[in-house]
């Protein structure tokens, strides 16, 4: 049940596009991406749970694979407020989710 | 618009000492869910809770844990004898499916 998510850090400039990989040798029934600020909790961002599903948040978007082992989360043209850690999080059976190990975004002006 | 709280924001608590976390889900939400957070770790499923009971939880969760929910709007954390690995964020989430959780802000448990 080990997602693995890359890249581990990301620093890009102002305006750039990023894209944030996750992927696990087990099925997920759902995946969800989240956005964690220091000190506070994760807040939801995208939430996927049709195989081969493709969402969008404003500049946000994201697809859950076609196996439902996968997923990618794209934050285009991105602002100094993008910086956080992004998390994938994948549910299991019965209300398990896992989470994976993140990926610290710095944006510079 | 409607968020979680989770009471104390920090906790500050001997060794072997018994805790008590708290916190309120948003209000037409069914489903529950407890986590921990280690110091600049991944976040750690500890358990879920929907129709009174617990539908799943981790290795982590042993028999030091339980989860209650007392009234109709209360969802609590007890750790009956604390341990220095205990040391954590802890946040509650719910969610009106199994699809989508909604954290609050955390408690910060200090054991010392």
């Known amino acids: 049940q080990l997602l693995e998510q890359s890249p581990q850090f990301l620093s890009i400039q102002e305006g750039e596009n990023l894209t944030v990989y996750c992927n696990s040798s087990?099925?997920?029934?759902?995946l969800q991406w989240y956005r964690q600020e220091p000190g506070e909790g994760p807040v939801l961002l995208i939430a996927?749970?049709?195989?081969?599903e493709l969402t969008s948040n404003g500049r946000l978007t994201a697809q859950f694979g076609i196996t439902r082992k996968d997923s990618f989360l794209n934050i285009s043209a991105s602002i100094p407020s993008d910086v956080g850690i992004y998390f994938c999080a994948g549910g299991y059976n019965n209300n398990d989710m896992r989470f994976g190990a993140g990926t610290r975004l710095t944006v510079k002006p | 618009e409607p968020e979680v709280t989770q009471t104390p924001s920090h906790q500050v608590t001997q060794m072997g000492q018994e805790v008590i976390l708290r916190c309120v889900p948003i209000s037409n939400h069914l489903y529950f869910y407890w986590y921990r957070q280690i110091l600049g770790q991944k976040v750690e499923f500890l358990v879920s809770f929907y129709n009174n009971e617990i539908s799943e939880k981790s290795e982590i969760f042993d028999d030091q844990f339980s989860v209650e929910r007392p009234d109709g709007s209360n969802f609590t954390l007890k750790i009956r004898s604390t341990k220095l690995e205990d040391s954590a964020m802890y946040f509650c989430a719910s969610g009106t499916s199994d699809y989508e959780q909604y954290f609050g802000p955390g408690t910060r448990l200090t054991v010392t």
């Open positions: 087990s099925v997920f029934s759902s």
């Open positions: 996927l749970y049709k195989a081969g």
